[in-house]
């Protein structure tokens, strides 16, 4: 689906005009090449006082080849310094033209709401300085982990200041607060990489949880192919955000089994032909399903990403029981009997993971989806059963939760809701298959061994729902 209004606004006269008459102007957004370094630009690093996270902060960073400047605090120095970091002293006051692709916070210091301030002391000088495409990344403590009554307020209280951030900066520009649990502080890397590079292109305004690691010792990876020998499931592959998610975690060296309904068998061949992929043709909400996908994966497999799913929207008044139940059979009982099987057969490999398509719609709600908001929300519901269980044998399981993203699905729609869908958001643009399946390479990674149980959500920060 082409999104014809940007292409409009975004040319030499569209542009002048826009901007006349105050139209909305999305930044077209940057994305992800292979090859590309994690930042194309400097990052600023800021902390305030008596923060734990500038030593792992410094040597993920470095680890990433980000090139940094750091704002001139004792801690920070000799973190950059101790990590190999060449990191220039910024002056906002003398800081001349000096602009940033990034602005990295470590908030763990607060522990009290009147130190809420060093927020205000850092962004404010530097906010402008922020780059096109720019990233903003906040990293607090998860405030149920905090010690006493103050801190937790204040921690919580980080929420807000990036979320409404997030809403300020524009051009394209994201923002995130990652909170770091205790135990936690060396799973930074793959999250950092994630949020700081263009593969993070539609993912802004939201909380990601780091947690200690679920596996003893966190393998070496090539992060230009993590995925390396390793086997995923990708479900409903045969197009839109299927087929995204299967050609990037074959990019990320994936093996792939792609799973469609057998009446879009030719279609799934052509995808698997040009990944090199096994194909399974099934209803996964038929009776045996389970038992067929374990028997095909009888060797075991790493990664299973839940992206079969459908709508059957209706108001709940003219809302017939099948038409519910189907729905709720492949959106959400169909996925749970699958891990089942998978689980208790030990087929989901050490270090494996779980990766589910949930929605915005199950999180804010929608006229006319009852059904498929339930089943989106239960998926979130499956994140919060399963992600303890999971973790003691080694395993993560998260949800990708995609605004309006551009698909034969959404393109769809009626004209004037498609319109609202694509601009409301604080990109004031849709989002593509490409950005969903970005952020579950990110979950799939074997490097993201502590990131268990997020929902995070691909929405160009929607206005709807948090
Ligand atoms: N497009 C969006 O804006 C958007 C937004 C939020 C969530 N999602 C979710 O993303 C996922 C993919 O959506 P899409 O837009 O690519 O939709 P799509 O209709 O293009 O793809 C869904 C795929 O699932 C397959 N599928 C459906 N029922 C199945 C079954 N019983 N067994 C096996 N496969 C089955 C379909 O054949 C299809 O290939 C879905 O879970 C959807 O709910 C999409």
């Not at 006082?49 to 004792?74: N, S």
Request: hydrophobic letters at 45%; one cysteine or more; aromatic letters at 4%.
């Amino acid at each position: 689906m082409s999104d014809r209004y940007s292409q409009i606004v975004n040319s030499l006269p569209g542009r002048l005009i826009a901007g006349r008459v105050g139209l909305p102007q999305p930044t077209p957004l940057e994305r992800h090449r292979p090859g590309a370094p994690v930042l194309a630009g400097r990052a600023l690093l800021g902390a305030a006082p008596g923060g734990r996270l500038a030593g792992p902060l410094a040597k993920a960073l470095a680890d990433a080849g980000v090139e940094t400047a750091t704002v001139d605090a004792d801690e920070l120095r000799s973190a950059a310094a101790d990590a190999g970091l060449d990191a220039a002293i910024f002056n906002a006051g003398a800081g001349g033209e000096q602009r940033f692709k990034a602005l990295v916070f470590d908030a763990t210091g607060i522990a009290d709401s009147t130190q809420l301030v060093e927020l205000q002391r850092f962004f404010h000088p530097t906010v402008r300085r922020l780059e096109r495409c720019g990233r903003v990344v906040v990293l607090g403590t998860p405030p149920a982990a905090c010690s006493g009554a103050r801190e937790r307020t204040a921690q919580r209280a980080l929420e807000g200041f990036t979320r409404s951030l997030a809403k300020e900066v524009g051009r394209g520009a994201t923002v995130q607060l990652v909170h770091v649990a205790p135990k936690a502080e060396g799973e930074l890397a793959s999250t950092l990489r994630f949020l700081l590079s263009p593969r993070s292109a539609y993912v802004s305004g939201q909380v990601v949880e780091i947690g200690p690691p679920v596996v003893k010792k966190a393998p070496a990876v090539d992060w230009e192919r993590p995925l390396a020998g390793k086997r995923a499931l990708v479900t409903g592959a045969s197009r839109g955000i299927g087929a995204a998610i299967a050609e990037t975690l074959r990019r990320d060296g994936a093996d792939l089994v792609l799973l469609d309904v057998p009446a879009l068998a030719s279609d799934l061949a052509a995808v698997a032909k040009a990944l090199d992929a096994e194909t399974i043709e099934l209803d996964i909400t038929e009776e045996g399903a389970p038992a067929a996908i374990a028997e095909r994966l009888s060797d075991g497999v790493d990664v299973v990403v839940h992206n079969a799913g459908v709508t059957r929207d209706r108001t709940i008044a003219k809302m017939p029981e099948e038409r519910w139940s189907t729905l709720m059979e492949i959106n959400l009982s169909s996925e749970e009997r699958i891990d089942d099987a998978l689980l208790e057969a030990g087929l989901l490999r050490a270090n494996g993971r779980i990766v589910c398509v949930s929605s915005m719609s199950g999180i804010a709600g929608n006229s006319g989806q009852t059904n498929y908001a339930t089943s989106k929300a239960g998926v979130i519901g499956m994140v919060e059963a399963l992600a303890g269980d999971l973790a003691k044998r080694g395993a993560t399981i998260n949800a990708v939760a995609p605004g309006f993203i551009e698909t034969q699905m959404t393109g769809q729609m009626p004209i004037a809701i498609r319109e609202a869908g694509r601009r409301m958001n604080s990109m004031s643009q849709g989002g593509l298959p490409v950005d969903v399946a970005e952020t579950i390479a990110w979950f799939a990674s074997p490097a993201s061994t502590g990131v268990n149980g997020n929902v995070v959500r691909v929405c160009g920060q929607s206005l709807l729902g948090a």
